[in-house]
């Protein structure tokens, strides 16, 4: 651990050495809420999950990885028109603004398994550990909702979650107030 003395000398001496200022996004700067997944079939090799990664911070950060016991294999998803058909395709990392925050949801961005090692039951948790480019690792408990949910409720405490309590809408724009 650094102390504080010997972080004040060393930057006062990049600043005299001209060196660039470097901003990190602190660990407290970044809230996870409500990270939810929808319950998958028996035999389903897939599954994604979802939430609002808020970032409080001065400085922007990234979510450049993500990785979970439950699949053999987890990268990060957008949804993309191309040539009328929407499709799936990996991103290399997901941009969270400085004050800002970034909806990971169904039909864009979104934490995608592969190979899930058993289905996700409805009701169940399983810890999702989520990389920052900046602010380090953090895990989060995910919470399996309902097959085909569109947004549940956010709100509560889960995993490295802020509490709030503000419904979601659904693809047809109404206001939701439960978990379906």
Known sequence: MIRKPLLILALALSA??????????AADDITVE???SRATASNAPNGAAFMVIH???TSPERLVSASTGRAERVELHTHRM???VMKMR??????IPAGGEAELKPGGLHVMFFGLKGPLSEGETFPLELTFQNGGTRTVEVTVMKAGTKMPMMGGSHGGSHGGSHGGK?????HMHGGK
Not at 16 to 25: C, D, F, Q, R, S
Not at 90 to 95: G, L, S, T
Request: charge should be negative; charged fraction near 25%.
């Open 16 to 25: 005299e050495l001209g060196a660039p200022t470097i901003h990190i996004a």
């Open 34 to 36: 409500h990270p939810w």
């Open 90 to 95: 990996q991103v290399e990392a997901i941009d």
């Open 82 to 84: 191309e040539d009328g």
């Open 55 to 57: 970032n409080a911070g």
């Open 170 to 174: 659904d693809s047809e724009g109404q």
